[in-house]
Every structure is written in structure tokens, then in C-alpha cells.
């Protein structure tokens, strides 16, 4: 189990327990934090779940894949460190992770 740490644009975080295995978009879908709205369900086809991991922890995160990287073509406000919240998979490894959410999603 991890806790990871959401940060709405305004500033507001949101601190959930993330089940191992589960993807950061799901646990941020359960816990009903603000600005996630992962409208094809985790299937890496939109960009509804995009965050922006702080940099700190892009190592821990791992890199985009091909169609991570296609999807966020769709994104609102792209950045190097931006991901699709359902491509990254929990682990204890990412106990303490933070995430922010952009301004809006498309």
C-alpha cells in the first residue's frame, strides 16, 4: 500500500491509500479526488486523467510508453513531467507520491 498525494490546481491536496496493483487513476476514482475524471475507465484512450508527477518522482514512476505518449497529445497544458494517472501502476515503492492536477481536463 502506498499513500499518494493528489494536489488540486488550487492547491487543495488530497492524501489517499493506494492499493498495490491498482493504477494512481484508479485510487484517485475511489477516493473521489477533484479533477480525475478517467472517462474511458484506465484504457489509455483519452487524456482525463492526467497529472503531473513531481519531479522528485519521475524515476519512481517510470517513463511513458508510445500510446501514453499519444494520448497526452489530447491533454490539456503537456509537460515533461506529464502522465496518464492510469499508466502508473502502485507499488510500495511509490509510498509517498505526489501527483499534481492541471488547471482542466479535456
Request: with cysteine; glycine share 6%.
Amino acid at each position: 500500500m502506498a499513500k499518494i498525494t493528489f494536489i488540486e490546481f488550487s492547491g487543495t491536496a488530497h492524501e489517499v491509500d493506494a492499493s498495490n496493483g491498482m493504477s494512481v487513476m484508479e485510487s484517485a476514482v475511489k477516493n473521489m479526488v477533484p479533477g480525475i475524471d478517467a472517462d474511458c475507465g484506465g484504457a489509455c484512450a483519452c487524456a482525463t486523467c492526467h497529472v503531473y508527477v513531481e519531479p522528485d518522482w519521475l524515476e519512481a514512476v517510470g517513463e511513458r510508453n508510445e500510446m501514453e505518449e499519444d494520448m497526452l497529445d489530447f491533454a490539456f497544458d503537456v509537460r515533461d513531467n506529464s502522465r496518464l494517472s492510469c499508466q502508473i501502476k502502485v507499488s510500495d515503492a511509490l509510498d509517498g507520491l505526489v501527483v499534481k492536477v492541471p488547471e482542466k481536463q479535456f
